[in-house]
């Protein structure tokens, strides 16, 4: 089992910065990517970022690409996820997704992100 914990959310005016945490703890060995997601209110959850550790490849989702930067700690255990110029419309909450051997999926219970115009 992994443990997954998001923190870092919170309230910014448009143009401003946040970065979130995501810290896997337990069983993993063997982790093989992390990914960010996010919800906003009644639309469906969507792929924001992930890192794939096979060959250390990352991808965006297009309205946050050169905006929002996915990193790694060396042991795969912590992920950030930088986000700059911020958006009204990247308001959601913010989940992350570690999956382990290409198998396994573990969400934490999210954190919310709040951008205002």
């Known amino acids: 089992q992994v443990q997954v914990v998001e923190s870092g959310g919170g309230s910014v005016q448009a143009g401003g910065s946040l970065r979130l945490s995501c810290v896997a703890s337990g069983d993993t060995f063997g982790i093989s990517a992390t990914a960010w997601y996010r919800q906003a209110l009644g639309k469906q959850r969507e792929l924001v970022a992930v890192?794939?550790?096979?060959?250390?490849?990352?991808n965006y989702l297009d309205s946050v690409q050169g905006r929002f930067t996915i990193s790694s700690d060396n042991a795969k255990n912590t992920v950030y996820l930088q986000m700059n110029n911020l958006k009204p419309e990247d308001t959601a909450v913010y989940y992350c997704?570690?999956?382990?051997?290409?198998?396994?999926?573990?969400w934490g219970q999210g954190t919310q992100v709040t951008v205002s115009s």
């Open positions: 890192i794939r550790y096979v060959d250390d490849q990352s």
């Open positions: 997704n570690v999956n382990v051997q290409w198998r396994a999926n573990y």
